[in-house]
Nanobody
Framework: QVQLVESGGGLVQAGGSLRLSCAAS????????MAWFRQAPGKEREFVAA????????LYDDSARGRFTISRDDTKSTAYLQMRSLAPEDTAVYYC????????????????WGQGTQVTVSS
């Protein structure tokens, strides 16, 4: 019902910045809250940040708070993750996901997922 396409990943040096985008389409994509997860090699997929349907409330994992900013555009169909002060530990595939359950960290709460975009941070 909802299709998600991530973009903006790439290679960046430690201390640099990247901005990821997630474009949503399909049935009522603006009725969902949106979130970013990431998965490093050999590790489980972990929560990064989430934003409500209106864009007025946000939730961050401790690892992202203060460095990353999640936002939505005026149409509410695109989510962004502005990443600053990147470190090698941030290297992962970043995934966009949507849920109707609000600001939650649990993977099982999310109904649709994108294919992911690779972020690599070099020392």
């Amino acid at each position: 019902q909802v299709q998600l396409v991530e973009s903006g990943g790439g290679l960046v040096q430690a201390g640099g910045s990247l901005r990821l985008s997630c474009a949503a389409s399909g049935r009522s994509p603006t009725s969902y809250s949106m979130a970013w997860f990431r998965q490093a090699p050999g590790k489980e997929r972990e929560f990064v940040a989430a934003i409500t349907r209106t864009g007025n409330s946000k939730l961050y994992d401790d690892s992202a708070r203060g460095r990353f900013t999640i936002s939505r555009d005026d149409t509410k169909s695109t989510a962004y993750l502005q990443m600053r002060s990147l470190a090698p530990e941030d290297t992962a595939v970043y995934y966009c996901a949507v849920t109707q359950l609000g600001l939650v960290r649990t993977r099982s709460a999310y109904d649709y997922w994108g294919q992911g975009t690779q972020v690599t941070v070099s020392s």
